[in-house]
């Protein structure tokens, strides 16, 4: 992943682009994660509500219709990655959902509450993974 979408580096949330949605569907959700993370699982980015009819986000910006949650920083919208130096790039994967019915979350949901939110809920997903070390 270029220097600009990391946390240190502008933290700007990069373009992405999508297509094929099915045609109920009644939302589209984002979440960015990083499953290389010294912890655990880490939510760079959450995002549910995103209009069915949308075909994206440009860079910068939060998709449309979508809401933004909080993420594993403690702070609403996107953070991008920041491994501890040294380690080995750690991959960051964008996942896209398309689901039947709007997601019921608690209120600071982590990773493993949105993939057990869209358990069966789930229409059509999509994944884009960048690599980003420092």
């Not at 933004?68 to 040294?86: A, K, L, R, T, V």
């Amino acid at each position: 992943m270029p220097e600009r979408f990391s946390r240190p580096g502008g933290n700007t949330s990069p373009p992405l682009e999508w297509s094929g949605m099915p045609h109920d569907t009644e939302e589209v959700v984002l979440l960015c994660e990083d499953p290389d993370a010294p912890d655990g699982t880490f939510l760079h980015w959450l995002v549910t509500g995103i209009d069915p009819t949308a075909s994206g986000v440009p860079e910068g910006n939060q998709p449309p219709g979508g809401l933004e949650w909080h993420n594993d920083f403690g702070e609403i919208g996107y953070s991008g990655p920041q491994p501890p130096p040294g380690d080995e790039p750690h991959r960051y994967f964008f996942r896209l959902y398309a689901v039947r019915e709007p997601l019921k979350l608690p209120r600071h949901p982590n990773a493993d509450d949105v993939h057990r939110a869209l358990e069966g809920r789930e229409l059509a997903s999509g994944t884009l993974v960048g690599r980003f070390g420092r």
